[in-house]
Antibody, heavy 119, light 109 residues
Framework: QVQLVESGGALVKPGGSLRLSCAASGFTFSDYYMTWVRQAPGRGLEWISYISNTGGTIFYADSVKGRFTISRDNAKHSLYLQMNSLTAEDTAVYYC????????????WGQGTLVTVSS | QSALTQPASVSGSPGQSITISCTGTGSDVGRYNLVSWYQQHPGKAPKLIIY???KRPSGVSDRFSGSKSGSTASLTISGLRAEDEAYYYCCSYAPSGTPFGGGTKVTVL
């Protein structure tokens, strides 16, 4: 069965960095676009980045552009999110999700990993 | 990358039908047949319930249906049940990103 498992969430100080990982299993990872979505405490969903199946196409939300970097390793069935220059506004649960149809249809989600930015 | 507009809350009694709107622009909702809807219960990951404006994934109840007119998409829940009480989010493809709506809390009275 399809599984997505995020890891790497932690408490980090403002200005710090963190790298999230998402381990995929149960499907041919290299066939699918993947995305990161986050949810701040008590707030709605916010799309932050997606990456094509080959890694050749990448987009970011304006809120993270220049600070976050999405990448993938198809051989390791893994998706990554490198987060730099973190601020309190980046505090959220971060989900990875599989995009199966057209760029906005996320059919499988991980359980999420919590990133807290605080001094 | 403007967020899509949804009502903050919608309520209905068991058995009734409710509709949630999602308003975008001619650059996202109105341009592509790629609106999706997600249901999220507290503390849980979102669940896809509608994609491609009107399509239902396998296993999703046919009480959920999607439609669209111009730049406004809608989700209708028919035969409202207690377990439908949750947050609902719309999402649309756009060339530079994939905005979500702000979310709608559905309350079953």
């Amino acid at each position: 069965q399809v599984q997505l498992v995020e890891s790497g969430g932690a408490l980090v100080k403002p200005g710090g960095s963190l790298r999230l990982s998402c381990a995929a299993s149960g499907f041919t990872f290299s066939d699918y676009y993947m995305t990161w979505v986050r949810q701040a405490p008590g707030r709605g969903l916010e799309w932050i980045s997606y990456i094509s199946n080959t890694g050749g196409t990448i987009f970011y939300a304006d809120s993270v552009k220049g600070r976050f970097t999405i990448s993938r390793d198809n051989a390791k069935h893994s998706l990554y999110l490198q987060m730099n220059s973190l601020t309190a506004e980046d505090t959220a649960v971060y989900y990875c999700a599989r995009d199966f149809y057209g760029g906005s249809s996320f059919d499988y989600w991980g359980q999420g990993t919590l990133v807290t930015v605080s001094s | 990358q403007s967020a899509l507009t949804q009502p903050a809350s919608v309520s209905g009694s068991p058995g009734q039908s409710i509709t949630i709107s999602c308003t975008g622009t001619g650059s996202d909702v109105g341009r592509y047949n790629l609106v999706s809807w997600y249901q999220q219960h507290p503390g849980k990951a979102p669940k896809l319930i509608i994609y491609g404006d009107t399509k239902r994934p396998s296993g999703v109840s046919d009480r959920f249906s999607g439609s669209k007119s111009g730049s406004t998409a809608s989700l209708t829940i028919s035969g409202l049940r207690a377990e439908d009480e949750a947050y609902y989010y719309c999402c649309s493809y756009a060339p530079s990103g994939t905005p979500f709506g702000g979310g709608t809390k559905v309350t079953v009275l």
